[in-house]
């Protein structure tokens, strides 16, 4: 049986969003009401102790999330609701579940394109395997016009790291110097051989290894969009269709390797910061509706049936396979 509610069972609940007024944010409330949820705009100014009491659920789009994740998740403690957020950050992503393991409410950290669906792919992938030896997400992207958000991100992430990378190596994330190293690899068709960077290790790496085993996490991205997202050019993601969604287009795949044995799954879809909005919404829904609700902090893919999660998903947000 899936394990998500129907749309009526979320009527007259009420989500909270800090950073509505961002692009992304911007989604979250589109998606919400969409799907018949109000959604509490919050910003700057908000007394957030306060629209928090007024609240379900909050989701946190207001990043660099190395500023706001802690004081939300505290906010919604005390409010004794969910939180769910969208950060990319890796350092952001393991310092919640470090500090906030034993918290009272549902916690989890970045529901979106970087962070929740590799996790729910890889989820996916392993199955039924207890381990693998390796999980492997490569990342297609069209184009990438990086948001304002996304780029003081980077920074806030670059300077926590001293400039350094980060891989997941050896069961841990371990730093490391200098370019990583171009090679190419064979997307899906259409796309097909490519050329990529590797270790681009994003917050799939922090999310996967909470709750699946596997020593090595290895990362690639397509060099077009690397080249995007260092390029001087500081304009966003323009909107070319009624939703806001911009041109981009992208694909993940994720192959799981055990014992010689390989299994891959692959989603694709369009513009990587509007997928977001029914990644986050979806978590949030299933959460009210009282599944994948347990308290403490756990990933997407630890605390929903990824695939039965990502069926829902597709093929409105998501083509998968
Ligand atoms: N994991 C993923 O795949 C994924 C996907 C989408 C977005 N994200 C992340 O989400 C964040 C937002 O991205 P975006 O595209 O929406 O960027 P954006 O359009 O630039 O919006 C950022 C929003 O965050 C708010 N904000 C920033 N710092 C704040 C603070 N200290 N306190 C309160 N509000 C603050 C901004 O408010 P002001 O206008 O008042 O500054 C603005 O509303 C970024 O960190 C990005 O990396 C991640």
Not at 21 to 38: C, D, N, S
Not at 45 to 54: E, I, P, Q, R
Not at 259 to 275: F, K, L, N, P
Not at 277 to 295: K, S
């Amino acid at each position: 049986m899936p394990d998500h509610m129907g749309d009526a069972e979320h009527m007259n609940k009420r989500v909270a969003v800090m950073g509505a007024k961002g692009h992304t944010g911007g989604f979250v409330v589109a998606e919400l009401r969409r799907r018949g949820v109000t959604p509490i705009p919050c910003g700057r100014a908000t007394d957030l102790d306060a629209a928090l009491l007024d609240a379900d659920a909050v989701i946190n789009c207001a990043g660099p999330f190395a500023a706001t994740a802690a004081p939300v998740i505290e906010s919604a403690i005390r409010a004794g609701i969910p939180y769910l957020d969208v950060t990319a950050e890796i350092e952001v992503v393991t310092d919640t579940f470090a500090s906030y393991a034993e918290a009272g409410i549902p916690i989890v950290p970045a529901v979106a394109f970087y962070g929740g669906l590799g996790d729910l792919l890889a989820t996916m992938a392993t199955d039924d395997w207890p381990a693998a030896d390796q999980i492997t997400i490569a990342y297609a992207l069209s184009s990438w016009r990086p948001t304002p958000g996304t780029r003081a991100t980077g920074r806030v992430s670059a300077q926590r790291r001293d400039g350094r990378r980060i891989v997941y190596s050896g069961h841990r994330l371990q730093f490391r110097d200098g370019d990583a190293a171009r090679t190419e690899w064979t997307f899906p068709a259409p796309i097909g051989t490519r050329s990529v960077v590797g270790e681009f290790t994003m917050a799939d790496s922090a999310t996967i290894p909470t709750h699946l085993d596997a020593p090595e996490i290895c990362t690639f991205m397509t060099s077009n969009a690397v080249d995007d997202l260092r390029a001087a050019d500081p304009s966003g993601p323009v909107a070319a269709d009624e939703h806001g969604r911009s041109a981009q287009t992208f694909l993940v795949e994720v192959v799981a390797q055990s014992d010689g044995m390989e299994r891959r799954a692959v989603a694709s879809g369009r513009d990587i910061y509007a997928v977001t909005a029914p990644l986050v919404v979806e978590a949030a829904c299933r959460i009210l509706a009282g599944t994948g609700d347990t308290t403490g902090v756990a990933s997407v893919g630890a605390r929903f049936d990824a695939k039965d999660f990502l069926s829902l998903l597709s093929p409105e947000h998501l083509t998968l396979g």
